[in-house]
């Protein structure tokens, strides 16, 4: 596992949250840096959670700061150790190392205990409205709320009833603690919150301890305080919620140098599904094959499609933060991919739309050595050898029985360069009985073997091949984008269509092939052997990004 680096993050971009922690470094402030990462263990992380990712960890190694793991557990209905698991490989995969490995159930005593101090500062009540009524009270944002008749209820009666909710005499819903703030605040978090809550259910972490779970707001800055952190880095719709936690902080503070909240925006891609919600569902009702299906944003599906972390890292470090929502075009992930693949994988010849090709002046049992390049950009990669032969395979792309204008490659009469072979010249088209190619026949010139010193003519084209007796036939998976727009409503929705199994004729190497390899198919894109469907003998390759970018 190769780890991101303080060099990497020293390199990238500021951006507004660096500059206010560089004025805390230079005030004192601060002088350790402390950011978290607090997700819901509630299904896989996302490109979403990656910007995130990046964003919190990135800036500590930064600053030479620490930064937390910690899982916002705070509602036991949802959460599942599966997606525990998965979280911590997933920020592991991705080059993040956290500090501490922190829940914030673990801090369900204290959450307690300041709540039962709120009370007694006046500061909180148990209520008894229904959370419908409690809605109806709320107000809108042109009119004040109405306070609740329990409101103004002694001390000593909540505090009361606040231990009975804990002891477990009260159903879910039927009763619950609210901070007591202002029910005409313009700010509707303001509006006497709620802040605990009874919910009847095991905790992952905490088992029956607990009937009354705290609310995020509550819950989230008292995380931050007691962790130390100095940036609490959200996203934007926590904007509003801002009052809420810094009301929170100085009620129950007890901490000098409190965290400051500061919101980004969060990152959109086209074509793309950016909630857990949303993409449980997609794997709940069949449409994908599981969280690291190869179409989800999910980074176990971006992994299992064959993504590096590092372009990755690359795309959050490209798109950058700000305050303003957007939604990036996906081709600019994409590219992160190509320019990350393209010096580091090796190519191999892969025929996906084969024409067979009948080289008629070359010997019947022959099969020869030919030697090409891995990767043309970077030539200490070195060479590989692939055979050559009487019948080989080459794209049906690289055919024409009447070539287009400026078309280069095979037609009849015309010669082209067989790649690390030899120039063979089509002579005749052998049609199938419903017209199609069957088969062409060709002449090769010995003289031009690659490599030789031939100098008597040169070739517009040059196409690649795949030798016909020792070829490898291979399953390949072509993803397109998981959603799609209906063409009579406009909206995205999930593309059936998205998927298409095909295979192709590959280079006898490919039996070597390990699962999670990746490559270039030459002149095609970028695949990598599908790490669940590749077998020593059945190669299945998932498409990552075709050779062009669409991005400009
Ligand atoms: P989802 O809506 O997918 O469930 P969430 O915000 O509820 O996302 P959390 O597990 O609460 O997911 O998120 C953990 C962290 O990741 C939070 O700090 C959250 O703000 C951040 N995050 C989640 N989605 C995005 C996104 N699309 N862009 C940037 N940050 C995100
Ligand atoms: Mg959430």
Redo the contacts with the bound molecule.
């Keep these: 596992m190769a780890f991101a680096t303080k060099e990497e993050y020293t390199k990238m971009a500021g951006n507004f949250i660096h500059d206010i922690i560089d004025e805390d470094l230079r005030t004192e402030k601060h002088t350790h840096i402390i950011t978290r990462?607090?997700?819901?263990p509630?299904?896989y992380l996302?490109v979403?959670?990656a910007?995130?990712l990046c964003l919190n960890f990135g800036t500590a190694l930064k600053y030479g700061g620490t930064c937390n793991l910690r899982y916002?557990d705070t509602n036991p209905v949802k959460e599942d150790i599966e997606f525990v698991k998965s979280i911590e490989n997933d920020v592991n995969w991705l080059g993040f190392q956290w500090d501490k490995k922190l829940w914030a159930s673990d801090y369900f005593d204290t959450m307690y205990e300041a709540a039962v101090e709120l009370i007694k500062k006046n500061k909180a009540f148990v209520c008894e409205l229904t959370p419908e009524q409690i809605r109806e009270h709320r107000g809108t944002l042109t009119n004040p709320g109405t306070e609740s008749p329990y409101r103004n209820r002694p001390i000593e009666e909540s505090l009361e009833l606040f231990e009975k909710m804990r002891a477990g005499e009260f159903e879910d819903g039927e009763v619950c603690l609210r901070a007591k703030i202002d029910m005409a605040s313009p700010n509707i978090n303001m509006r006497d919150p709620v802040i605990y809550r009874v919910v009847h259910a095991s905790h992952h972490n905490t088992g029956d301890k607990w009937c009354v779970y705290p609310m995020y707001d509550f819950a989230h800055p008292i995380e931050d305080a007691i962790e130390g952190i100095t940036h609490s880095?959200?996203?934007l719709e926590f904007e509003d919620h801002r009052p809420l936690y810094d009301w929170v902080i100085n009620e129950v503070g007890f901490w000098p140098n409190p965290p400051r909240q500061i919101e980004f925006a969060?990152?959109?891609i086209t074509t793309m599904l950016?909630?857990?919600?949303l993409l449980k569902k997609l794997v709940d009702d069949g449409s994908v094959s599981g969280w690291d299906d190869p179409r989800l944003p999910t980074l176990a599906g971006l992994r299992r499609r064959g993504y590096t972390p590092e372009s990755i890292r690359k795309f959050c470090d490209d798109i950058g933060v700000s305050k303003a929502d957007s939604t990036i075009d996906i081709a600019q992930l994409e590219q992160c991919a190509r320019e990350d693949l393209q010096s580091k994988v090796s190519a191999i010849n892969v025929i996906t739309n084969p024409i067979k090709v009948v080289i008629d002046n070359y010997p019947e049992d022959k099969i020869e050595m030919c030697t090409v390049e891995n990767n043309s950009k970077v030539p200490e990669m070195g060479n590989r050898e692939i055979p050559f032969g009487r019948e080989i395979w080459i794209d049906g792309d690289d055919f024409m029985e009447v070539p287009a204008r400026k078309y280069f490659r095979l037609y009849p009469g015309n010669e082209v360069r067989l790649k690390g072979a030899y120039f063979i010249t089509c002579n005749e088209v052998v049609k199938n009985e419903d017209g199609s190619v069957k088969e062409l026949h060709c002449t090769y010139d010995p003289e031009t073997k690659s490599g030789s010193d031939f100098t008597g003519r040169k070739v517009k084209g040059t196409i690649h091949f795949v030798e016909a007796s020792t070829a490898v036939k291979v399953g390949i998976r072509e993803y397109g984008y998981l959603l799609t727009e209906n063409e009579e409503t406009g909206d995205q929705e999930f593309d059936k269509d998205s998927l298409v199994e095909t295979w192709g004729y590959a280079e006898p190497s490919v039996k070597g092939v390990k699962p999670g390899e990746r490559f270039q198919f030459f002149r095609k894109g970028y695949y990598i052997a599908d790490t669940e469907m590749s077998t020593e003998d059945n190669k299945v390759f998932n498409s990552i990004v075709g050779l062009k970018s669409s991005w400009k």
Excluded at 37 to 40: D, K, R
Excluded at 274 to 277: A, E, I, N, V, Y
């Design positions: 990462f607090p997700p819901e509630n299904g996302h979403g959670h910007k995130s916002d880095l959200c996203t969060r990152l959109n950016m909630s857990k919600r």
